[in-house]
């Protein structure tokens, strides 16, 4: 149903949806601002992983993804960096609507790590990231979130949790993250991802990544994602 616009084999990339982005060779290439740009060189991110190369212009153009990239392939900064552009793209609001990026993970260790990663890069641009995981106080969580942010990161249940005790409104929310969705699923946490997702505007940005793509992701992301580009790095899936 969607044309392979590009296989190669010898790196195993294969990418497949209509009007696809070309992919980048430097981080140069992405328009990031100065501020940005140091961040990375501060990480010392001297090039962008395969995934980030296929990933980061599809995303930057506001297109839907579907990645799957083995673990330790970068693809943490293949949907924060451009989740940093998308927010600061925003209007400012006078009154805090919620945040405008939402990332789920499977576990509170995972959603940890992408909080660390997020903040890292939000940092230079006063954007705010709060973390949502069970093991944390609720009230604290609460509290944290109702003084405001931009970017949350969240394991599926608490951010029900939340969401049920009005810390959060996603009213502003136009850029979704799910990773390691296939882990979300075989944690249990699909009626939590579609009750999320459920309350996100439609005219969202949605990012999926997995490692494998079982069929009941696979019918999950048909159903949420819009023209998705589907990139896949390495033999995985
Ligand atoms: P994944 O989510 O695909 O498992 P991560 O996003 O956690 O992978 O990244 C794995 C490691 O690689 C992290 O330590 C991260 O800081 C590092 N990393 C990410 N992108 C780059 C890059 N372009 N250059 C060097 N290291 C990178
Ligand atoms: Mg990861």
Redesign the pocket.
């Known amino acids: 149903e969607q044309d392979v616009v590009e296989y190669k084999k010898s790196l195993a990339i294969r990418v497949s949806g209509f009007d696809v982005p070309r992919p980048i060779k430097t ?1 140069e290439e992405c328009g990031f601002s100065a501020d940005l740009m140091k961040t ?1 060189a501060k ?7 395969a ?2 190369c296929q990933a980061l212009p599809i995303v930057l153009s506001g297109r839907d993804i579907i990645g799957m ?10 949907f924060v960096l451009p989740m940093i552009v998308h927010i600061m793209d925003q209007p400012e609001l006078e009154k805090d609507e919620g945040p405008i990026g939402v990332i789920c993970a499977p576990t509170r260790e995972l959603a940890h ?1 992408i909080y660390l ?1 997020a903040k890292k890069f939000a940092k230079s641009h006063s954007i705010r990231v709060s973390a949502v995981y069970g093991g944390m106080s609720k009230l604290e969580q609460f509290k944290e979130l109702k003084a405001g942010c931009e970017i949350v990161v969240a394991t599926p249940g608490r951010l029900i949790d939340m969401l049920k005790m009005k810390a959060l409104t996603m009213f502003r929310a136009t850029y979704l993250v799910l ?2 969705a296939d882990r979300m699923f075989d944690l249990g946490f699909e009626p939590q991802i579609r009750s999320i997702v459920g309350q996100i505007r439609p005219d969202r940005q949605t990012l999926l ?1 997995s490692a494998t793509m079982p069929r009941k992701v696979e019918k999950l992301a048909r159903e949420i994602l819009t023209d998705p580009v589907r990139v896949t790095v390495g033999e995985v899936g």
């Open positions: 981080f990375i990480q010392a991110y001297e090039k962008p992983t995934i980030q990239a083995k673990t330790g392939s970068g693809k943490t900064a293949a790590q990663e990773d390691e990544f």
